[in-house]
């Protein structure tokens, strides 16, 4: 037989290596707080520096007009109080126009009532009529100001009056921004430098905080681990945050019942053991004894048959208890639920329970006080009914009493199984539903007790949403009480 292998090439094992890292890289939550940070803090500087800039170039150029305006106001106090519109000769105030345009870079034009240009610091337009939006609005007593972002540039038009009188004529100044711009220029370089540096400490801190963020994560899941592997410490004890917290509590309590649960289990399997071996190790005795004996009388072979067949029937009902509770713990076992008349059941299971209480002069009472349908599982509820009332008889003193109650309200029925009984221990009272728990164990293997039956009882009651408690004291009794829904409630899911 002939085989072919194939290698992989470099290239091809790199590609399937980057497919398999970038999916497993992308869905660390360290990876992604980081990039969520670094993202954050980078469009921060950008909108914080940007911001910043837009402020600076809007505070410099209202700056700027405001000195202007402020400059045309002195001036326009000199031309009103000259003849300077009329002739246009004044060797003061052509200085300190001229100085004006030196100084902003800008042209200045002295408009008098007519809209004639009397001065142009540019000599271009001397003479000329102008009219715009703004001279209109100067000779309506106004200060107009704009600035042109396009073509960089500051126009301020301030008129020239004494006091109320009418508009005499105007000074209209245009002055360039490109030193303001270039101001500008310089300080978004820097503010670029400064958004980088911004970004890369940004990026930085970004990545120690998500390290320190998942670090906590990373060593609970390490312990979980450890767990899982056998070794290690039995608790998480990770409180960093109150989120982590929280879920190392809720792990610890998870871990308790998972220990809990392991016990029961390895106590439930050494008890199954030891209760289907011991009805085997008293019939192989019997036998044992009867291969030794192979001349024994007629009458000692009927007594060893006698012995053998009530310890078949013993392990014939420990069987039977425990097939009953492998359904009860089935979580998608199903219940047969049907609308039933509870009176008439429990009638009918104390009327089959009668002739074991009269075997000890046990006095059975039944007490309903009104008709009671609920939507059960018959089968499974006589099963509960059954395991309290037989336990109330068997575990009674002679002459004793059982006394069975059932009452409802509007929501829910109750049934109450009281007995004059040996009583329980109240250190025995939290565990007697357990899996084969005996509270007397040589009286319960006298009376054939198997240990599961409030055990299969608690989880009949479960199953229908319901509840069941003890009440006892030992010498003076027990009571049990069930509260079953009168409507069945279904599960949801």
Not at 77 to 90: E, R
Not at 176 to 189: G, I, K, M
Not at 339 to 349: A, M, T, W
Request: net charge negative.
């Amino acid at each position: 037989m002939i085989r072919n292998t194939f290698t992989q090439s470099g290239e091809l094992a790199i590609i399937s290596g980057v497919k398999f890292f970038v999916p497993k890289f992308i869905k660390s939550l360290q990876v992604r707080v980081t990039v969520i940070l670094s993202v954050f803090v980078i469009l921060s500087s950008v909108i914080l520096m940007n911001a910043i800039l837009q402020s600076y170039d809007q505070r410099t150029v209202s700056v700027r007009t405001a000195e202007i305006q402020n400059q045309c106001t002195i001036l326009s106090n000199q031309l009103v109080n000259s003849d300077y519109l009329k002739t246009g000769v004044s060797d003061v105030i052509d200085t300190e126009l001229s100085q004006l345009s030196n100084i902003y870079n800008g042209r200045v034009l002295v408009i008098d009532d007519e809209f004639r240009i009397v001065e142009d610091t540019y000599d271009l337009e001397e003479g000329k009529t102008i009219i715009s939006e703004d001279v209109v609005k100067c000779f309506r007593g106004e200060k107009p100001a704009s600035y042109d972002r396009k073509s960089r540039y500051i126009e301020v038009a301030v008129p020239v009056k004494k006091g109320e009188e009418p508009v005499k004529g105007m000074i209209l100044v245009s002055v360039s921004t490109d030193s303001l711009r270039d101001n500008v220029e310089a300080l978004q370089t820097k503010a670029r430098i400064a958004t980088v540096a911004i970004s890369i400490i940004g990026i930085f801190l970004s990545a120690i905080i998500g390290m320190l963020l998942v670090r906590p994560l990373k060593r609970m899941s390490q312990s979980i681990e450890e767990m899982a592997g056998g070794y290690g410490d039995n608790y998480l004890h990770e409180n960093a945050y109150d989120e982590t917290e929280r879920i190392s509590n809720a792990f610890n309590k998870l871990w308790d019942r998972y220990k809990v649960l392991d016990a029961s289990r390895e106590e439930f399997v050494a008890n199954v053991s030891h209760e289907l071996k011991t009805p085997l190790t008293s019939m192989k005795v019997l036998a044992d004894s009867l291969l030794m004996q192979p001349d024994a009388p007629t009458e000692i072979y009927r007594e060893f048959m006698g012995d053998l067949s009530e310890e078949i029937e013993r392990e014939n009902k420990i069987i039977n208890d425990l097939l009953d509770l492998v359904k009860l713990d089935k979580k998608g076992a199903n219940l047969n639920i049907k609308s039933q008349d509870v009176n008439e059941l429990v009638e009918r299971i104390l009327k089959r329970l009668q002739p074991l209480a009269a075997k000890s002069n046990i006095e059975l009472v039944f007490e309903s006080f009104r008709p009671v349908t609920a939507e059960i599982d018959e089968v499974k509820i006589a099963l509960v009914i059954t395991n309290l009332v037989e336990n109330a008889i068997k575990y009674n003193k002679e002459n004793g009493w059982v006394h069975v109650s059932l009452n409802a309200d509007h929501k829910y029925f109750y049934l109450k199984v009281a007995d004059s009984g040996i009583g329980i221990p109240k250190e025995d009272t939290d565990h007697i539903f357990e899996r084969f728990f005996r509270v007397d164990k040589s009286h319960s293997r006298e009376i054939g007790g198997t240990g599961l039956g409030l055990s299969i009882a608690r989880n009949a009651v479960v199953m229908h949403r319901g509840a069941i408690k003890v009440y006892s004291e030992p010498g003076e009794g027990t009571t049990f009480t069930v509260r079953i829904p009168l409507t069945y409630i279904k599960r949801e899911g």
